[in-house]
C-alpha cells in the first residue's frame, strides 16, 4: 500500500517545468485580466481580435519558460538594452502627445479626475493651504494621501506631471536587476509596456502606477539592505515606503508589513524600518487633519471600502491577507519565499476583493469595471514576479527560482 502511495504521489506530481508555466499563466492572468475593461470600452467591436493578438503574444511567452537556459540566455542578448531604452522613449513621447488629450477631454466632462487632486494637492501644499480643499472637476473628494504629494512635487512644480509614471517606471526596471541572476529589467520593461491596462492608466495620469513601481523599488533593494546591514540605506527606504504608505489609507498596512519581513532576519532593522516608516506615514497626514479636520477626504475611502464589501467579506479578505503575510514572512526568513513575492500574496487578498466587488456592483460589465484600478499598485509587482518565473539559475546543479 505505501508503495502504491508513493507511485501515485510520483505520477501525480508536477515537474519544474509545468510548475513554473503554471505560475507564469497565472500571474500573466493578473497582469492582463484588468485590461479586459479597455478592450470592451476602447475598442468595441475588435476586442477578439486585441485579444487575440495578446493572446498570441503570451503564448510565445509562455513557451519561453520551456526552453533550455543556453536558448534563453541566446534570446535574451537579443533584446537589449537599446530596445529597452527605445521603447521606454517612444513610452514617453506617446504619454506626452495623448496626455494633455486626455486631461482635454475634462472640458467636456469626459476625462477621468485622478490626476486632479496629486496636482491640486502638490499646488495648494506649495502655496501653504491645506490640499484636500478643492474637489475634481467631478465633484469627487480627494484619497490620494500626502506620501505621494510628495513624491511627485517635482514632476507638478516643473509642470511634467505626466513623466511622473515614466520616472518611476524606469527607476523600478534600474532596481529591478538588483535583486538577482532573475532580474531582468528589460524583460520587466517588456511586460510593463506589453499590457493595454498600463497604458490607459498612464495616459490619464494615475498616481497608481508609481505606488506600483515603488514597491517593485523597495522589495528589490532592502532585501540587500537586510544581507549587508546596512542602517543608513534602510532607514532611507523606511522613509521611502512610509511615502508609499500614506498615498492612500488602506495603504498604511505597508509600513508594519515590510517590517514585519525585515524582522525576520535582522530584529534591530525590523524595528529601525517601523519606527520611521510609522512617523513618514502618519505624522504629515495627522499634522494635515489636525489642520482642518472636516476638510480632511482621504478618510472616506473607509466609507467607500464599505459600501462595496460587506463586513464579513472585509473579515474574510483581511483574514486571507494576515495568513499570508505570516506564511510568506516565514518563508522569506528561511530563504523559501521573495520579499517579493511576500508582499504581493500579502496585498492580494484585499486589493482583489475590492476590484472584485466593484465589478459585481456594476453587474459583470467590464466596460464600467473602475474597480480594476485597485490592481494597479500590484501590476508591477506582478511582471517582477514573472519575469523571475522565466529566469532561472543553476546552483548545484539543482534549477530554483533566484530569491530576492
Partial sequence: MTMEFRNSAIKFSM?????RSLAFILLIAFIYIPGIRDFVKYTPGHSLIVGSI???????????????????????????????????????VIILILYPIADGLKTQMRGSDEDDCVIMGVLSLSRGVNPYIERTYAGN????????LILYMPFVLARIYELGSVAFLITAAYCFKFSGPSGNSRIFVLLMLAGIFFWDLAVVGSDLIVVGCGL????SLIPRYIESKNTKALLFMACFVGLLASSRVNMLVFSPLYSMFIFMRWKRGGILFLFVSAVV???PGAIIYFWSPEQFTPFHLIGKAGVLLPRSATLAAAGLSVAAALASAYGFRIGRSSMLSGIYFSLLPQFCA????????????????????????????????????????????KEKLVLS
Wanted: aromatic share 12%; proline share 5%; net charge positive.
Fill in 15 to 19: 515537474s519544474p517545468e509545468k510548475s
Fill in 54 to 92: 495578446l493572446l498570441f503574444i503570451n503564448v510565445i511567452l509562455l513557451s519561453y519558460t520551456l526552453l533550455s537556459k543556453k536558448i534563453k540566455i541566446k534570446i535574451d542578448r537579443l533584446f537589449n538594452f537599446k530596445i529597452a531604452f527605445i521603447l521606454i522613449l517612444i513610452f514617453s
Fill in 141 to 148: 473628494p480627494c484619497s490620494t494621501g500626502p506620501g505621494l
Fill in 216 to 219: 517593485v523599488i523597495s522589495c
Fill in 281 to 283: 506615514a502618519l505624522v
Fill in 354 to 397: 475590492l476590484a472584485l466587488a466593484q465589478l459585481l456592483r456594476a453587474s459583470w460589465d467590464f466596460g464600467l469595471w473602475e474597480g480594476a484600478n485597485y490592481l494597479m499598485p500590484l501590476i508591477p509587482v506582478a511582471c517582477a514576479l514573472a519575469v523571475q518565473v522565466l529566469f532561472y539559475c543553476h546552483d548545484s546543479d
